[in-house]
C-alpha cells in the first residue's frame, strides 16, 4: 500500500499562535512531499513543495515566513503556520510522491480553525 | 499555464443512471491525467488514471479516456449508486512542469435512492 497521514485532524487555536501539521508516508519513502489549501467547497490549491534535505519551493503568493516547512527525512515533511489569523482557517492537505513514480498519495487532510 | 476545467456541479443522478462528468486540460508536452475523489471530511483518494493518449482508466465502474485530439478526459458510469456520492477532482500532472498536480474546481456529486 502507499498510505500518508496528518496529524492532527483537527485543530483549534487562538489567534497570533503558531501551529505545526504533520505529513508521514508510513510504508514507503517520499523524497517529494507537497502541501495543499483547500477551502470550502473549492479545489486544492497548491502552496509548496517540500524536497527532502532541502528548502521548499514554494507557489507564487504563498508566504513562505508564514508557513514554515521543513522535510527532515524520508518519510516526514512538517507545516508550521506561524503567527495564525483567522484567514489562516482551511483544510491543509499534503500528499507524498513516490520515489521513482508520478503519483502522489494524500493524506486525509487537517482542519485549522483560528479563532 | 497548465490548468484543468471541469463541468460546475452538483450534478444530482437519480441512482442507477449514468453519470457523466467532463473534464478538459491544457497542458505543455504530454501530462498524465487522473481523476481523484474525496469524501465529505476527507483527502483525496485516487479514482483512476491515465498516462498517455487513448489510454484508458478505470476503477469501480468508473472510466476515462485520455483524448489528445479534444485535450479531454471525461469521467464516466454506467449506473451510479448512493455510495457515489462526493466531489470528484480532475487532475494532471506534466513532467514538463516538475510533475506538479493541477486540479480542477471539483464537481459534486448527489445520487438520490
Known amino acids: 500500500g502507499a498510505v500518508v497521514s496528518q496529524h492532527p485532524s483537527w485543530v483549534i487555536c487562538k489567534s497570533g499562535t503558531s501551529v505545526k501539521i504533520e505529513c508521514r508516508s508510513l510504508?514507503?519513502?517520499?523524497?517529494?512531499m507537497f502541501w495543499y489549501r483547500q477551502f470550502p467547497k473549492q479545489s486544492l490549491m497548491l502552496m509548496a513543495t517540500?524536497?527532502?534535505?532541502?528548502?521548499?519551493?514554494?507557489e507564487q503568493g504563498v508566504e513562505k515566513d508564514k508557513f514554515l516547512i521543513n522535510h527532515a527525512s524520508l518519510t516526514l515533511s512538517t507545516l508550521t503556520v506561524t503567527s495564525a489569523h483567522p484567514e489562516d482557517s482551511s483544510f491543509y492537505i499534503c500528499s507524498a510522491r513516490k520515489t521513482g513514480r508520478n503519483e502522489q498519495f494524500f493524506g486525509p487532510g487537517t482542519r485549522l480553525t483560528v479563532l | 499555464g497548465d490548468s484543468v476545467t471541469q463541468m460546475e456541479g452538483p450534478v444530482t443522478l437519480s441512482e442507477e443512471a449514468f453519470l457523466t462528468i467532463n473534464c478538459t486540460y491544457t497542458?505543455?508536452?504530454?501530462?498524465?491525467l487522473f481523476w481523484y475523489v474525496q469524501y465529505p471530511g476527507e483527502g483525496l483518494q485516487l479514482l483512476l488514471k491515465?498516462?498517455?493518449?487513448?489510454d484508458k482508466g478505470s476503477n469501480k465502474g468508473f472510466e476515462a479516456t485520455y483524448r489528445k485530439e479534444t485535450t479531454s478526459f471525461h469521467l464516466e458510469k454506467g449506473s451510479v449508486q448512493v455510495s457515489d456520492s462526493a466531489v470528484y477532482f480532475c487532475?494532471?500532472?506534466?513532467?514538463?512542469?516538475?510533475?506538479?498536480?493541477?486540479f480542477g474546481s471539483g464537481t459534486k456529486l448527489n445520487v438520490k435512492p
Open positions: 487532475a494532471l500532472s506534466s513532467p514538463n512542469n516538475f510533475n506538479k498536480f493541477y
Open positions: 497542458a505543455t508536452g504530454y501530462p498524465s
Open positions: 510504508d514507503f519513502q517520499a523524497t517529494t
Open positions: 517540500s524536497n527532502e534535505g532541502s528548502k521548499a519551493t514554494y
Open positions: 491515465a498516462t498517455k493518449a487513448d
